[in-house]
T-cell receptor, first 113, second 113 residues
Framework: DGGITQSPKYLFRKEGQNVTLSCEQNLNHDAMYWYRQDPGQGLRLIYYSQIVNDFQKGDIAEGYSVSREKKESFPLTVTSAQKNPTAFYLC????????????FGSGTRLTVV | AQSVTQLGSHVSVSEGALVLLRCNYSSSVPPYLFWYVQYPNQGLQLLLKYTTGATLVKGINGFEAEFKKSETSFHLTKPSAHMSDAAEYFCAVSPSGFQKLVFGTGTRLLVSP
């Protein structure tokens, strides 16, 4: 079945460490997105990519980095520069030609210990 | 800039009662509007969307929403709540022709027996 796979589901990081969250899709979608979710704040856009080898900053990109070397993969790195990284991270991809056709992964919960 | 306001971070209803979740938007261009549902520790699932045409939109699981331009609203309703409807609901807006979704802060629906 087609979909988005995020791994790991739970991740613990020590302060000062970088960590990479995986997002893989087999939907043949061109556009991919990373959102951060905090209680009471909804979802906020971190980065998005509309095509391989191209990506743009979202509203809260500071302390994060991404790459898009393959159409299927859009990993997110949370760097030590991110001051408050504990959150639920969601990856999404979009159906070509359908602005509403977002498919979401099941998320990664990152906790800084 | 586009934005979404969801009134009420928590809504409680009894099983069988009407569900009404409120969403107001701000957009300088004709908006695309969406409702998503999220179950605990999972990704988001699209309930319904409005792009153009009929202003009353029917979605999955018996939900519907009406686009009212004069009131800048897109409230979500369901005639009879079921225990399985307990979840968090997000309203989102996307400006016509653009790709990004802007989410509201979410409303948690609680359903009591």
């Amino acid at each position: 079945d087609g979909g988005i796979t995020q791994s790991p589901k739970y991740l613990f990081r020590k302060e000062g460490q970088n960590v990479t969250l995986s997002c893989e899709q087999n939907l043949n979608h061109d556009a991919m997105y990373w959102y951060r979710q905090d209680p009471g704040q909804g979802l906020r856009l971190i980065y998005y990519s509309q095509i391989v080898n191209d990506f743009q900053k979202g509203d809260i990109a500071e302390g994060y980095s991404v790459s898009r070397e393959k159409k299927e993969s859009f990993p997110l790195t949370v760097t030590s520069a991110q001051k408050n990284p504990t959150a639920f991270y969601l990856c999404a991809s979009r159906t070509p030609g359908d602005v509403g056709g977002y498919t979401f992964g099941s998320g990664t919960r990152l906790t800084v210990v | 800039a586009q934005s979404v306001t969801q009134l009420g971070s928590h809504v409680s209803v009894s099983e069988g009662a009407l569900v009404l979740l409120r969403c107001n938007y701000s957009s300088s261009v004709p908006p695309y509007l969406f409702w998503y549902v999220q179950y605990p520790n999972q990704g988001l699932q699209l309930l319904l969307k409005y792009t153009t045409g009929a202003t009353l939109v029917k979605g999955i699981n018996g939900f519907e929403a009406e686009f009212k331009k004069s009131e800048t609203s897109f409230h979500l309703t369901k005639p009879s709540a079921h225990m399985s409807d307990a979840a968090e609901y997000f309203c989102a807006v996307s400006p016509s022709g653009f790709q990004k979704l802007v989410f509201g802060t979410g409303t948690r629906l609680l359903v009591s027996p």
